[in-house]
């Protein structure tokens, strides 16, 4: 099943790099699909992952989450780790050198490092993650693309851009696949609570800024129905 998720994900964010995909990648949909997938990953953080990390090592479980939150946090001070806040922005020009290049290819990297380290932690925290990754890679590639047109790339160079950071994602799951399991539980802990700090970071990077800049009641029901969609998941 996680390879299956990791081809649903390099698939989708080719899906939203080539084709135009209507309302729903508007910037109002787009910022409800991450209000979304906010609720989504939040749920799964704190009922799934981190319960697992902690039960297997609580000081290594902590340690990670906050390596990963400082983490990702800093990296978006230096560059543009995710297309998809930058396309949301009311501003005309959008650049897009090598630091944001490499930027966004350690965010698909810890994409699919994290969907294959959620499915150790079961697999129904596996399965809520990979929707929700795929759901975010549609966005993710049409934000791409339409970044690169507005950098004045032409089609070859941004789909050569696009198969590049679409490909970080499964050399992300395929290494920690490999890695996972037979680690001592203190590293297995590291790793879950650095998915669960990554978790955490984008939810609240992806609905905090625009809930204090807009009011949009509708984003809060999304951010609800991410939850509550993950607690069904759950109680099936």
């Not at 994409?111 to 129904?124: T, Y």
């Not at 950071?165 to 992300?172: M, Q, V």
């Not at 696949?177 to 978790?199: C, H, I, T, V």
């Not at 949009?216 to 999304?222: E, N, P, S, V």
Request: charged share 10%; proline share 3%; glycine share 12%.
């Amino acid at each position: 099943m996680l390879a299956a998720f990791t081809a649903l994900a390099v698939l989708m964010t080719f899906l939203g790099g080539l084709f135009p995909l209507g309302s729903l990648l508007s910037r109002p949909g787009m910022s409800r699909l991450f209000s979304l997938r906010a609720g989504i990953l939040l749920a799964v953080a704190f009922t799934e992952i981190l319960p697992e990390a902690w039960q297997a090592h609580h000081a290594s479980a902590g340690w990670g989450a906050l390596a990963a939150f400082v983490g990702l946090f800093v990296m978006g001070n230096f560059a543009m780790l995710d297309t998809c806040p930058e396309y949301l922005e009311e501003c005309r020009i959008h650049y897009l050198g090598l630091a944001a290049f490499l930027a966004l290819s350690s965010h698909s990297f810890i994409d699919g490092f994290n969907l294959a380290v959620s499915f150790s932690a079961g697999e129904r925290a596996g399965l809520a993650v990979g929707l929700s990754l795929a759901l975010h890679k549609v966005a993710d590639g049409f934000t791409l693309t339409s970044l690169f047109d507005q950098s004045g790339y032409g089609r070859g160079r941004s789909l050569l851009l696009l198969s590049l950071i679409a490909a970080a994602t499964p050399l992300g799951s395929a290494l920690s696949g490999l890695g996972f399991g037979g680690l001592p539980l203190p590293a297995e802990a590291a790793l879950m609570g650095f998915a669960a700090g990554s978790f955490i970071y984008i939810a609240a990077s992806d609905i905090l800024p625009r809930l204090h800049k807009r009011s949009d009641r509708a984003g809060l029901i999304y951010f609800g129905i991410g939850m509550v969609g993950m607690a069904a998941l759950k109680i099936l």
